[in-house]
């Protein structure tokens, strides 16, 4: 069975949907861009911030796509205070996955920088053994970065698993060569997701715990 469980963060880990798209909605407003919806917004969760932009605003002068990152991370860092929590359980199932030794790692298109601030406002960063995020490497649906963590980690594709809510996450597991679990409470219908033919649809975070276990004991 899987080595490695790598998990993908917003919408994933934490329900933070309703935040991007408002703060996303502000920059682009206070920059004089198109009105953007919030199913265009939920649309591109998941991607790094300047391939996000440029999938909402075709044509973008790169002039401006700093500046809209500026504006997003100030809304989403400081000036938007729509709630942002972990989803039911998930603390508990990631502590009890690891006892149970499990290697844990983060694949996200979030910034080191957003992640970092996540790490420290959650408490949860020891539970993770590495992370990738979309400035450091290339933004997901690309599997460079879950290439980048099996090398890190020294494991085969067969012995990890992409866990998402994203067709980005889905396909850049696909691509790297490795099963995919899906989330069907994140950013993403499920209807979407089930095109990359996960081994399982979650529809809350505490079945992973289970589903691990009992395809442990099946494997056995």
Known sequence: MYKLLIFDWDGTIIDSAARIVSSMQKAARDLNQPEL???????????????????????????LIPQLRERYGHYYLHADETPTALFEGVEQTLVNLKQKGFRLAVAT??????????????????????SRCADETTSKPHPHMLEEILEETGLNPSDAVMIGDTEFDLEMGVRAGMDTI???YGAHHIDRLRQYNPVLVMHRFPELESWLTQASLNHS
């Open 37 to 63: 919806s919030d199913e265009a917004v939920r649309n591109i969760i998941g991607l790094g911030l300047p391939e996000a932009i440029q999938a909402l605003i075709p044509g973008v002068d790169d002039a």
């Open 182 to 184: 899906a989330v069907s």
């Open 109 to 130: 298109g979030k910034s080191r920088r957003g992640l970092q601030r996540i790490f420290t406002d959650t408490g949860l960063e020891y539970l993770f053994e590495t």
